[in-house]
């Protein structure tokens, strides 16, 4: 059980991305931008986690330029981060900066036809914030044009780079727990937008695709509509491993806790990922053990460590940790736990036939 990584030295240089690749964020807002102003005052919050000031933290990237369809944003864009590189149309950026890697940053309707564009000019690496999109016909041709260009397409559900839970999938692996056997994740937020975050990060540690799902909605009038909506549901994946979604929880975001149980113990993250604890067996005299999970060589932005990430990605031609493939999991799963409620709460198998189907907010 002894993990053996070198010396730490030699752990910073291994992790650093080989070249330095040039950055842009496409959607100047909140999560591009700001969102860091809304958590002064939290020590526990991981800074930086807008997209901006986390590729300036980043090894392996620079800032070159940004776009937004509004100029303020990007006057204030240039105020805080010191970009003179600004466009109010992406495919001009792209044309005069080659950004090897865009943050897509904007709200989810037009992420398709960015993601597609993107792709079309030849950018390495898009890193598009989550929900990846409204429809599953929009999910699905966002991974087809990535795929015939070459692109990276990478889902910043950036909890799949937090090291806390690197360390619990190396900790199951290391066979603290035994094998995983099912995940019950408690949370009241919609199925799109946040619970994209849960669904992305358990499709991680599953490591199989989902294959089908019974849902339930807690009312028939919200199930009828097209809205962002909470839900609960059972997700079976193809290698059997169970996910238990409940939904009936406080609705504050503490509420949200994740529990990955195995064989023989369990670990879960509680608090909106603040607060992790592994129940096991005590590997000598068998005793049950709570401790708390062991903190990661380096904590610090699971944002930063994504950016991070995205780079290395491109070095080794493919996405691992969160692929365009997890987000349209996670937008499917959604869908799905309603279509089941839809239609009175039976069993539906995955992929949905009807890519019309859509879910969230524009
Ligand atoms: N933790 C997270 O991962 C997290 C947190 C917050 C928000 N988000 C996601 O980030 C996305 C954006 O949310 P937000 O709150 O930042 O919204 P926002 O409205 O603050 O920002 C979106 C920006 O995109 C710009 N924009 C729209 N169309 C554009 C185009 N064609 N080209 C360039 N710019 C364009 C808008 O002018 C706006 O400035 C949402 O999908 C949201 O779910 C993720």
Known sequence: MAERRGDAFQVVRDSAPAETYRGAVVGCGRMGSTIDDEHIDMPNYPWPWAHAPAIIEARGIDLVCASDSDPEKLADFRRRWG???????????????????????TRPEPRAEITIGLAEMGVKAIYATKPMCRTLAEADA??????KSGTIL???????????????????ADGVIGPLKSV????????????SHSLALIRMFVGAPAKWVIGIIDSDERAA?????????????????QTILNARVETIRSGWAIEFIGETGRIISRHAHSQFEIQSPHPVTGAPTRTQIPGPWHPRSSMVDAIEGVCRSIEKGREEICPGEFGREALEIGITIRESHRRGNVRVDLPLEDRSLKMGNP
Do not use: F
């Open 83 to 105: 970009t003179e590189a600004l466009y109010t149309d992406y495919r001009e950026m792209v044309e005069k900066e080659r950004p090897d890697i865009v943050c897509l940053t």
């Open 154 to 172: 990478s889902i910043a559900c950036h909890l799949n780079w937090y090291s806390y839970y690197t360390k619990a999938r190396q900790l199951i």
């Open 225 to 241: 509509s097209d809205d962002d909506i909470p839900g609960s549901g059972i997700v079976v994946y193809e290698n059997g491993i």
């Open 184 to 195: 019950v994740c408690h949370s009241a937020s919609p199925l799109s937008n946040i619970q």
């Open 142 to 147: 966002m991974i087809d044009a990535c795929a």
